[in-house]
C-alpha cells in the first residue's frame, strides 16, 4: 500500500469530457456521469484496462456507448470498478448513489449545517463516482444540480452557470459549465440556503468580473473584509505577477465544517468559515490577518495550481510552496515586510523544523506515502515556500517573474512537475539550478555552523563555514546543497562594514554561495568587526550555529540594519538564557539573568524608530516547543520554569516601561484591522502580558487585568486578557470565562476560542477541563473546528500538561485517536505527530508514549491516515 514516486507512469487512458448529474438529497444523492473517454495506449501490444477509482459508492447502473454493460464486462473492488477490454475511445455513463449525511470523513459529498457542499483534494472525487482520480487526467465539465428549492435555493458549481429553471415537485435546477480543463480535485459544487455578498470588479484588461461570497444568513455582515481581500488579491497578481482572472465569476463559500483552511476549486473556493467571517467584537486581529493570507491563497491557487497542476501528488508543493510564497509575498505588500518575515519564520520554526526532526521528516518533493492527505505538511507548504523564496533571491525580482512568465507560457494547462518548474526558472535567466534542486530531494534542516577570524596585521577577516544535515528516515547519508547566506559585518559604531566577494561591487550584505560542505571566504582591507550577522532576512531554511556572546548579540539586537536579526539575535540571546536557567532549576538554583540582555530589551522597547508591531514580536520570547528543540532530552517543566522566570525577571526590571507603554498606547478610536493599529494593540497587550505576573500578588494588577477585558471594545484585547487570566488560579478566571460564555455562547467561531484558551491553561487541572468540556453542548467530535480547538491545542500548544510525568495526556491522546479515527482520519492522523515526538524526552515519558502508538497500532481497523502516522512514529 505505499505508492511511490518512481512508479509513476501515465494514465492508459484519457477522459477528455465529463458530464455530471446529481439529484441531491441529504441522505440519499444520485450522481449520474457520463465520461468521454479515449485509450491512450499501444493497444497492438494489448489492450490494457481501465480501472477506475471509487469509495464507498453503490453502482445502480453502468452503460458504454448507450449499451448496458454486461456483468462479465467489468468488476468491482472497495476501491474500483475496472472496464476489462474497452474500446479505443467511447462513452462511459454511470450511476452511483451516495449518502451525504453519514459523511463524517468531509471527503467527497457531505452536509455542513444543512449546506451540501464538495471536498475532492486529494482523492475525494473518488467518493462521489468512479473515475480516474488523478491529477494528470484533466477535462471540461459540465454539471447539472437539482435539489429542493426550499432548502436549496443557491446551486453552484465550477464555471458559469449557463441554464436554470424550476422542475416539479418544489425541485429546482441549474446547469455548470466550465471551459478549462482541470483534474478532479478541482471540482466542487455547493447547495444550500445561503446569503450573499456581492462585488463587481474590473480586470485590468477590462473584464469585469463578479466577486460572490455566500455564508450563512446572517453572517453576511462579516465578509466584508474578506471581500476586500479579494479584490486586492486581484489586482495584486495583475500588478506584481501579471496574472489576470479568466472567468465572469468567483465564487466563494463559508462553510462550518472543513477539515483544512481552504480549497481552490475553479472559480468556486470553499473556505472554513473561520477565514472568511470577521467583525470588530468577533475576530481578533491574527483572524484578520489568516484570512488575508488564506482569501489571497485560494485566490492565486488559480494560476499556480488549477491553470497549471500537479502531474501527480509527489509534486504537491509545485502548487503549494509557490502559492504560499505568493500569498507571503501579498501580505508583506500589504502590511510591514519585516514583521510579516518574523511571523513566516516562526511558524516555519515552529511547524516545519520539528516535522524535519522527527519521524515524518519528508522532502519537499516525497518519495512515497501511504495516505497522501498525511503530506498536507508544513514541509511540503512551508519550506516549499522558503525553497521558492531562496530561488527568488538567487534570481532577483525580475529574474524570478521572467521565469514564471516562461513557466507559464510553457505549461499553461498542463499537469507537470517540480523540475519543470526549475526548469522553466533556470532557461528564463540561463543559469545551471542542478544542485540547487537537492532541496527538493533532500529532507532535514541543514545547521550550519560559522566562525569568523579577524587578523588585525592584515586587516582580514575569514569565514568558515560547515554544512550538515542530519539523516532521516530512509536518507542515511546527505548531500551538501547550495545555501544562499545572507550575512553583514557590523564595525564598532554598529554600522555595516562595506563587503566584496572577488571583484563584485562592496555592499552591506553579501549573499555567500554555500555549495561544498566546508568552505572559507577572506575580506581584506576591514575594520575589527565587533559582530557578524548571520542569514539575514532568513535568506535560507537552516539553523545557524555561532559562538556568540551576550555582548554581541545585545549589539545585533540593538544595531543591525537588518531587522530580521535584530529579532533573531534577541531570540537566540533569550533562548540561550532559558537553557542556562533549565539548567538552573533542575539542580535548585536560582537562575541569573544577563543585565545585558535585560538592556538590549530596554532599548528595543523604547525606541520610538521601531513599528510597534516590530517591538510586540521582539517582546515575545521563544516558545517552550522552540526551547525544547535545543535540549539533549526536554525536560518541559525545566523549561516552563525558566521561561515563567525570564518573563519576571524582565517584567521586574521594566516594570515602569510597560505600565507607561500600557497607558500610552491606549487607544480610543474606533477599531480598525490595519496593520498598524493591529501593531500598537499588539504591543499594548505584550506590555499587559508582563504587567500580569503581577497580578497574583498585587490587587491593582488583577484589577488592570479585569478592567481590559471589562472595557474590550474587540476580540483581540478581550482574548488578550482572557488568555492571561486562564492561567490564574483566581476568581476572575472562571468570571471572565463565564461571561465570555453568556456572551458569545451561540456563536461557534467564538466559542472555539474560549475552548481553546483553556486548552492551554497551564494550571494543573487542565487535562480533567478538557474532558468536561468535551460534554459542553457547543463541542462536537465531529467538527473539526472543535476538535483542534480544544483538543488540538491541549496537544499541540500544552507541552507541560500534554508531557505530564504520569503519562495522562498520552493516555488521553490515544483513547481520543482512536475515536476520531472512525469519524475522521484526516483529522486524527493530523493531531497525532506530538506523540511522535517520543525520542526527545527522558525514559519514562518514552515507554509510556509508545505504549500509547503501540495500543493505536493494535487495533485492527484503523484508518491508512491513522496508521501511517502511528506505525512511522514508532518508527
Ligand atoms: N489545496 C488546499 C490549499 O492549500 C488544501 C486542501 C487539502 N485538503 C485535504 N483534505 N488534503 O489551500
Ligand atoms: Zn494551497
Known sequence: QVIRREDYRPPDYRIEHVDLAFELGAEETTVRSRLTLRSDHERSQGIRPLVLHGEELDLRAISLDGEPLPDGAYSLDADSLTLHEP?????????????????????????????????????????????????????????????????????????????????????????????????????????????????????RSGRPVRLRIFVEHGKEGRTGYAMDVLERSLRWDEERFGLEYDLDLFNVVAVSDFNMGAMENKSLNVFNDKYILADPETATDADYAGIETVVAHEYFHNWTGNRITCRDWFQLSLKEGLTVFRDQEFSSDMRSRPVKRIQDVRRLRAAQFPEDAGPLAHPVRPDSYIEINNFYTATIYEKGAEVIRMLHGLLG???????????????????????????????????????????????????????????????SYDLTVTQTTRPTPGQETKEPLHIPLAIGLLDGQGRDIPLTLGEGPASDTLVLPLCEERQSFRFEGLPKPAAVSLNRGFSAPI???????????????????????????????????????????????????????????????????????????????????????????????????????????????????????????HDSAPYSPDAEAAGRRALRNAALSYLSVFAEAEPQERVRLIEHYRQADNMTDRMAALRLLVDLDLPERQEALDDFENRFGDDALVMDKWFALQAVSDLPDTLERVKALMQHPAFSLERPNKVRALIGSFIAANPLRYHAADGSGYAFHAALTLKLDALNPQVAARLLAPLGRWRRFDAGRQEKMKAELQRILAVPKLSRDVYEIASKALG
Open 87 to 203: 474500446p479505443e475511445a467511447f462513452t462511459l455513463e454511470i450511476e452511483t448513489a451516495i449518502n451525504p449525511k453519514a459523511n463524517t470523513q468531509l471527503s467527497g459529498l457531505y452536509v455542513s449545517n444543512d449546506v451540501f457542499c464538495t471536498q475532492c483534494e486529494a482523492e475525494g472525487f473518488r467518493r462521489i463516482t468512479y473515475f480516474l482520480d488523478r491529477p494528470d487526467v484533466m477535462a471540461t465539465y459540465r454539471t447539472t444540480l437539482r435539489a429542493e428549492r426550499a432548502a436549496c435555493p443557491v446551486l453552484l458549481s465550477n464555471g458559469n452557470l449557463v441554464e436554470e429553471g424550476d422542475l416539479e415537485g418544489g425541485r429546482h435546477y441549474a446547469v455548470w459549465e466550465d471551459p478549462f480543463r482541470k483534474p478532479s480535485y478541482l471540482f466542487a459544487l455547493v447547495a444550500g440556503d445561503l446569503a450573499c455578498n456581492e462585488r463587481v470588479v474590473e480586470t
Open 397 to 459: 525580482e525580475a529574474g524570478f517573474q521572467k521565469g514564471m512568465k516562461l513557466y507559464v507560457e510553457r505549461h499553461d494547462g498542463q499537469a507537470v512537475t517540480c523540475d519543470d518548474f526549475v526548469a522553466a526558472m533556470a532557461d528564463a535567466n540561463g543559469v545551471d539550478l542542478e544542485r540547487f534542486k537537492r532541496w527538493y530531494g533532500q529532507a532535514g534542516t541543514p545547521e550550519v555552523q560559522v566562525n569568523g577570524c579577524y587578523d588585525a596585521q592584515r586587516g
Open 543 to 665: 539553523t545557524v550555529r555561532a559562538e556568540q556572546s551576550g555582548t554581541e548579540r545585545a549589539f545585533l539586537m540593538a544595531h543591525d540594519s537588518d531587522p530580521f536579526v535584530r529579532w533573531e539575535a534577541g531570540q537566540d540571546f533569550a533562548t540561550a538564557l532559558m537553557l542556562e536557567g533549565s539548567e538552573a532549576w533542575r539542580a535548585g538554583e536560582e537562575p541569573s539573568v544577563d543585565p545585558a540582555f535585560i538592556e538590549a530589551t530596554r532599548a528595543i522597547l523604547t525606541d520610538s524608530r521601531l513599528e510597534q508591531a516590530f517591538i510586540a514580536e521582539a517582546l515575545a520570547l521563544p516558545s517552550e516547543d522552540y526551547v525544547a528543540e535545543r535540549m539533549e532530552v526536554v525536560n518541559v517543566e525545566a523549561i516552563h520554569a525558566a521561561r515563567g522566570a525570564l518573563k519576571r525577571a524582565l517584567a521586574e526590571a521594566l516594570r515602569a516601561d510597560f505600565a507607561q507603554l500600557y497607558e500610552r498606547l
